[in-house]
């Protein structure tokens, strides 16, 4: 433990947020939609959890990013 070194992280100029291509971004909304669907027809309980838990990972990923460069 004598050899740890702290790192120190630089101040850096604000950057951009993330972007997405207008493909990619298209398909993670579309399958947002899909996920979304299948929860609201899932018929065990289980099931239905789950497909929401992963449904709001999934916009939660898609809030990280702006709307694509382009897009309306």
């Known amino acids: 433990m004598d050899r740890v070194t702290d790192i120190h992280s630089r101040k850096r100029e604000p950057v951009d947020p993330?972007?997405?291509d207008a493909t990619s971004?298209?398909?993670l909304v579309e399958l947002s939609a899909d996920l979304a669907a299948c929860q609201?027809?899932?018929e065990?309980?289980?099931?239905r959890a789950d497909l929401q838990r992963i449904t709001?990972?999934?916009?939660?990923?898609?809030?990280r990013f702006d709307?694509?460069?382009?897009a309306a």
Do not use: E, M, S, V
């Open 18 to 20: 993330p972007h997405i």
């Open 40 to 42: 609201a027809g899932a």
């Open 44 to 47: 065990h309980t289980r099931h």
């Open 25 to 27: 971004w298209r398909l």
């Open 56 to 63: 709001a990972q999934l916009n939660n990923l898609l809030q």
């Open 67 to 70: 709307t694509p460069k382009g």
